[in-house]
């Protein structure tokens, strides 16, 4: 492309001038926005608000896309369903089998938990989600990983509430605006959560790498007794999620822990509900570095 | 005349006689494809990846390389604000990293004033990979050797999109100064 010749102002006093503002004007930019960047840095949420009414702003079509997106995804299911349905449903039907006597086996489980907790005076009332909405977008082009959330302050929500899927946990409420929110996903660089083994007390942290994978970090080291395909719910502590919420499946060990799988991949969950956060007052009183790595 | 050519007395953009430019479609379509592209990763996915190209960022390239002299200097400080509400970066890196973007250009356009397309590409490429790198540095998260890795897809679609830019932007300043106006 030819140059143009703007930038040649030859001997106009005000094209010089203009010129030389520009530059200025420029440079002082940059310099604005590199002290709102240290800002942003000591002050995550310095900027909460404004960032909530440019999400709400946009909530309309946002809200819109992810209903035809959720739309397509089931049309598509339902033409693949048709794929190969013969030999699916016969197994299919083996797999029911199988499930109604586990079912049947959970049931005398259930029944012995309750007889249980009755001798042990346990409460355990149902917990109803504060909200059910839709994930509505995503931070798609950051190497942060949030998800935009279709219900705001105006719905009840408010930031630490944990977010989580039919599946399992999702992630948590970073800031809330008034018709949307932000979630921190698990797989963010940031997210830290306390998990343990589904079938004993191996307690761990999950952090995200940000890179789609988990790294379980064990709390007690020693001789690893961790093997792929191990489950990790959550465990209740820091107070902020219930405990036993499914969270990721182990892929592959390392020395102090191993690499894990999300069982609730965001992008292919539809609804999710945020829950009130577990234990308020454990939350607020944790002090701990995970809970302050949690907090931004 | 027009019997033998009923184009005669137009021109790519439009007939000659009688129409005149819209100055708002003309001054306004930049601007508002640049944040058009910052608003449009939202929509994508809550993938485990960042795999979305900064269309933000890809648009502001693609004007101020393919039309130099349209964008002011300091174009980045607006548009790299409204970048911030939706990246999902710590607010104030786009409008830190858009305005060093616009300055490095105007650097790079007054030591090679002559320029074809593969070199705008190149110093594109290098913005771009820059851009990215700052973005995992600046994040806001702990940055780590796996976010890097992760980064790489993004790197590439980024760079290989931006002749597709290039071509939409050619394509917008076509419709941008076509003659709407009757006069």
């Known amino acids: 492309m030819a140059p143009t010749g703007s930038r040649r102002s030859g001997y106009s006093r005000r094209a010089q001038y203009n010129l030389f503002t520009g530059y200025v004007i420029a440079g002082v930019g940059a310099l604005i926005g590199a002290t709102l960047l240290v800002l942003s840095f000591f002050q995550p949420h310095l900027f909460g608000g404004l960032r909530g009414a440019a999400q709400d702003g946009v909530s309309p079509a946002t809200e819109t896309a992810a209903t035809v997106r959720t739309g397509s995804k089931g049309f598509w299911d339902t033409v693949s369903g048709y794929y190969r349905a013969g030999s699916k449903n016969a197994e299919l039907k083996r797999e029911m089998e199988i499930a109604r006597i586990r079912l049947a086996e959970a049931e005398a489980v259930k029944q012995e938990n309750a007889r249980l907790k009755g001798l042990l005076d346990l409460q355990d009332d149902e917990r109803k989600p504060v909200v059910v909405a839709r994930l509505v977008g995503s931070s798609a082009s950051s190497s942060r990983r949030f998800a935009y959330l279709g219900a705001g302050l105006n719905d009840g929500v408010s930031v630490g509430m944990p977010v989580r899927s039919p599946r399992g946990v999702v992630g948590r409420i970073l800031e809330a605006g008034g018709d949307s929110s932000r979630v921190l996903l698990l797989t963010d660089s940031e997210s830290v959560l306390p998990v343990r083994r589904a079938k004993d007390e191996v307690v761990a942290f999950a ?50 822990g191993g690499l894990a799988r999300i069982v609730s991949d965001p992008a292919a969950t539809d609804f999710v509900s945020v829950e009130p956060i577990f234990e308020p007052e454990a939350a607020l009183g944790a002090t701990t570095p995970v809970e302050r790595e949690l907090s931004e | 005349m027009e019997r033998n050519d009923p184009r005669s007395r137009s021109d790519a953009y439009g007939s000659r006689i009688n129409r005149s430019h819209s100055p708002i479609i003309a001054n306004a ?74 300055i490095a250009i105007e650097l790079i356009e007054s030591r090679l004033p002559w320029r074809a397309f593969w070199q705008d590409w190149f110093s594109a490429g290098i913005l ?31 760079i290989l999109l931006f002749p597709i830019a290039a071509r939409i932007v050619a394509m917008l300043d076509r419709f941008r100064l076509h003659r709407w106006k009757a006069v």
């Open chain 2, 128 to 158: 771009i990979l820059s851009y990215l790198l700052a973005g995992w540095l600046l994040s806001g998260g702990q940055p780590n050797v796996h976010s890097l890795v992760a980064l790489v897809p993004q790197l590439v679609f980024t």
């Open chain 2, 29 to 102: 379509v930049p601007w508002i494809s640049i944040v058009i592209g910052s608003i449009l990763p939202i929509f994508a996915i809550a993938a485990a990846l960042p795999m979305v190209p900064p269309l933000g960022l890809l648009m502001l390239l693609a004007w101020r390389l393919v039309r130099p002299g349209l964008l002011p200097v300091w174009a980045g400080m607006p548009l790299g604000l409204v970048d911030d509400l939706y990246s999902g970066q710590p607010f104030g890196f786009a409008i830190f990293t858009w305005s060093l973007i616009m």
């Open chain 1, 207 to 256: 952090e995200g790498r940000g890179d789609g994978l988990l790294r379980i970090r064990l709390i007690n080291l020693g001789i690893n007794p961790l093997e792929p395909g191990d489950v990790f719910v959550t465990s209740g502590a820091g107070g902020y999620y219930p405990p036993g919420i499914a969270v990721a499946i182990l892929t592959e060990t390392t020395d102090d």
